[in-house]
């Protein structure tokens, strides 16, 4: 752990706040022991549906909906069914680059921004196609000339683009977000150099997975120098599982739990599923369980075991509610402005937390503080726009 007071790190929103999120379940993987696929908590539009709902009754700001070519929902698809059913929360989710036409990908995401009134946020995924190996340049250049055409359908009469991939000179009203002053923020994660690159250009929130306070931090000054050289800042968010009750004793028997029913090979073969399985994150994150004591902590409340059976974030904060507050202040503390959690099963772990941390913390909405959602309708060709 980082010793004596930390400094935090250049950041777009200095007020000390955090947007916290819960996860959905869309690709799968809901289920009261780790590594045991579950049935009555599969990916339906009925449980994920639930899950939105519960989410948004208990006071998160965003819902992610992440991406993956697995049984279950499709992000667009699904945001769309369930948006009419939502007053309050936001929807950050996730669209992988290059699997979407750009200028209908945009005319999509505009239609969604309208139903829910500006309460969007996009996670951009800059991984292989599925089915796909692909040239890791090439992805960086698709990624960032998809950003750059959304971008320009957002704040611009036309999208006149001319890239390596894509060449288009289309009228952007189309396109027209419901927020204003530069449409969606745009949240991204990823190891790579060339990832950094395009999120330091681009983005609005660079996310990371769990690591030591020192790799964290280090990440964070090394993104913030990589934005202020392009003339911008960004903020920093942080995908995590946790498990919180009333004492540490609890929060560590429940963990022993929802291993108990481990089989390491059926978790491989689980683990090997995803399209990230052998990603430099992911890889990373195995390099911290090594690094764990052999009931899968470091620094105290860190828990490792989850990455045994999950790629992607593969780690979570296990304590009391106490120990967890003291933990996301030290995060908030280095420069974390959002963070996006999640439990087993999804639905109860999402109560444990909304009554024991939540209250705790500054919960705050980055499109809000940011000036993204209008306070009255705007004029855009989908709302009151004279039509052309």
């Not at 921004?113 to 698709?142: A, F, V, W």
């Not at 027209?176 to 002053?181: H, P, R």
């Not at 004492?247 to 963990?255: D, G, L, S």
């Not at 995060?331 to 705790?360: T, W």
């Amino acid at each position: 752990m980082i010793e004596g007071k930390i400094e935090t790190v250049a950041i777009r929103t200095p007020e000390r706040v955090a947007e916290i999120s819960w996860f959905n379940d869309i690709i799968g993987g809901d289920t009261a022991y780790l590594g045991v696929l579950d049935n009555d908590r599969r990916s339906s539009y009925e449980h994920c549906r639930e899950i939105t709902l519960e989410a948004e009754k208990l006071g998160f700001s965003n819902i992610l909906y992440p991406s993956a070519y697995t049984v279950g929902q499709d992000g667009l698809a699904f945001a769309a069914s369930v948006a009419p059913e939502t007053n309050n929360i936001t929807f950050l989710l996730a669209i992988r680059t290059g699997e979407v036409h750009p200028p209908m990908l945009a005319r999509a995401i505009s239609s969604l921004d309208h139903i829910l009134k500006g309460r969007l946020i996009l996670n951009i995924i800059n991984s292989d196609l599925p089915g796909t190996r692909e040239d890791p340049n090439l992805r960086y250049q698709r990624c960032s000339e998809v950003i750059q055409i959304l971008q320009q359908g957002w704040t611009q009469d036309r999208i006149s683009h001319k890239g390596q991939i894509y060449q288009f000179d289309l009228p952007s009203d189309p396109v027209k977000s419901y927020q204003q002053n530069g449409g969606p923020l745009l949240y991204f994660g990823g190891t790579s150099p060339g990832s950094r690159a395009v999120c330091a250009k681009h983005c609005d929130v660079f996310l990371t997975w769990p690591e030591s306070e020192e790799s964290m931090y280090a990440t964070l000054k090394e993104m913030s120098e990589r934005a202020a050289a392009e003339g911008r800042t960004i903020d920093f968010g942080l995908r995590i599982h946790v498990i919180v009750r009333e004492t540490q004793e609890e929060a560590r028997a429940y963990a022993k739990k929802l291993i108990s029913k481990f089989d390491e090979k059926r978790g491989l073969e689980i683990r090997s599923r995803g399209e990230d399985s052998r990603s430099l994150g992911v890889l990373k994150q195995d390099e911290l369980r090594e690094t764990s004591d052999e009931d899968g902590y470091v620094e105290d409340i860190l828990w490792t075991d989850i990455g045994k059976v999950f790629s992607g974030c593969g780690s979570g904060l296990v304590g009391s509610a106490d120990q967890i507050i003291e933990k996301l202040n030290r995060y908030m503390d280095m420069g974390f402005r959002s963070f996006i959690f999640s439990g087993f099963p999804l639905i109860e772990e999402a109560n444990y937390f909304a009554k024991l941390v939540l209250p705790r913390l500054p919960n705050a909405s980055l499109p809000h503080l940011q000036g993204r959602i209008p306070k009255e309708t705007p004029t855009t060709p989908l709302t009151n726009a004279e039509l052309v």
